[in-house]
C-alpha cells in the first residue's frame, strides 16, 4: 500500500499566490502521509486559451523550480498538475513529474486537445493556442509504475490501455471538466478507465470558482480496480487522501483475468514507433 494524496486546489489570476498555495498544500498533504500528491491542470494559471500565452513558462521554469524543490524537500513523488508550457514559440499544456530527489521524472505535454462543442452550453477549442503532445507518459516508483494523462486524455480508452499494457497500476489524470460536462461524465469515465483495465485511476481537479471565466467542476476523485469510487472531494479548496492498495489490485486481477483472456489473436491496440 501507499497513500495517494490529491491537490484539488483554488486558482487566481495571480501566478505568485497560485504557487505559495500549491506549495503550501502539498507540504500539508505530505504531513498527512502522501507519498505521491498530485496537483490540478494549470495549476499556475487561469483556465482558458486567452490566458495560456500570459501565463506560459518554459521547462524549467518559476512553476517547475516550484515543484522540484517541494517534491525534494517532502521526499515525495509529485504530480505536478499542469502548466502552459512555452518551447520553441509553440504552447502545450503540460504536466511535469518529480521524485523524492527533486530530479524531472517525466514530461506530459496533453496529447488531446479540448475542442468541443455543445450548442447552447459550452464551447471551448484549446487549439486555438496550443499544440498536441505526442509521447506517452510513464514512471516508475517503488509502490507501482504511473500513468499520466491531462483531463481529455481520460476519454481515449486507447491511451489507458497502452498505459496498463506498459505495466501501469494507477493511472493520474490532472483536469479541469466544467459545469456541462462534469456532473455528465467526468465520474462516469474515471469509473471505466479503471474497470475496463483494473487499475486504480485519479482525477485531480481545481476547486470551483464560480466567478471564473471557465468554471471548473472539482470533485477530484479516486477509483479503485473494481470501479469503485474510494475518494471525492467537494467543490471547494481540499486536500484528499486515500491509500492505494496494490495486493487488492492483484486479487481482482486474479478473480477476473481479462488480461490473460483478451484475444490478440482478433484485436489489440498498440503503441505506434515514432
Partial sequence: EFRLGL???????VKADNLKRASELVKQAAKQGAQVVALPECFNSPYGTKFFP????????QSTQMLSEVA??????LIGGSIPEEDSGKLYNTCTVYGPDGILLAKHRKIHLFNIDVPGKIRFQESETLTPGDSFSVFDTPYCKIG????YDIRFAELAQIYTKKGCQLLVYPGAFN?????AHWELLQRARALDNQVYV???SPARDEKASYVAWGHSTVVSPWGEVIAKAGA???????????????DIRQQIPIHSQRRHDLYSVEEKPK
Fill in 179 to 183: 459545469m456541462t460536462t462534469g456532473p
Fill in 54 to 61: 500570459e501565463y506560459a513558462e518554459k521547462i524549467p521554469g
Fill in 202 to 204: 485519479a482525477t485531480v
Fill in 72 to 77: 525534494k524537500e517532502c521526499g515525495i513523488y
Fill in 236 to 250: 471547494d479548496e481540499v486536500i484528499t487522501s486515500t491509500d492505494i492498495d496494490l495486493q487488492y489490485l492483484a
Fill in 148 to 151: 499520466v494523462g491531462i483531463c
Fill in 7 to 13: 491537490v484539488q486546489l483554488f486558482v487566481s489570476p
